[in-house]
Nanobody, 121 residues
Framework: QVQLVESGGGLVQAGGSLRLSCSASGSIFSIYTMGWYRQAPGKQRELVAVITSGGNTNYRDSVKGRFTISRDNAKNTVHLQMNSLKPEDAGVYYC???????????????WGQGTQVTVSS
């Protein structure tokens, strides 16, 4: 079993900052990509940022320059630093890991339970 636990969501005023964290535990051999997605009410889940095992990052255009994704491989943890938050950044944020659970095993996607981010205008 693999479990992803998120933390750090909450209510913030526009222009403020939040830092999300996600930690994985369980039977893990290797973690490849780590990412953050979000879903606003009535909308599809969308990719916010992703970081590879080598540290390469990719962001959706609307968050570039404001959000920073980072990872701590020793702790199986990924962070999302969100600055200059806007009301349109609000939603439920989910972490996503691509994990193989044994040597030579295939990668599978694992999701956190989601953490709410609310941005007041």
């Amino acid at each position: 079993q693999v479990q992803l636990v998120e933390s750090g969501g909450g209510l913030v005023q526009a222009g403020g900052s939040l830092r999300l964290s996600c930690s994985a535990s369980g039977s893990i051999f290797s973690i490849y990509t780590m990412g953050w997605y979000r879903q606003a009410p009535g909308k599809q889940r969308e990719l916010v940022a992703v970081i590879t095992s080598g540290g390469n990052t990719n962001y959706r255009d609307s968050v570039k320059g404001r959000f920073t994704i980072s990872r701590d491989n020793a702790k199986n943890t990924v962070h999302l630093q969100m600055n200059s938050l806007k009301p349109e950044d609000a939603g439920v944020y989910y972490c996503n890991y691509a994990i193989s659970r044994n040597y030579g095993g295939t990668q599978s996607d694992y999701w956190g339970q989601g953490t709410q981010v609310t941005v007041s205008s």
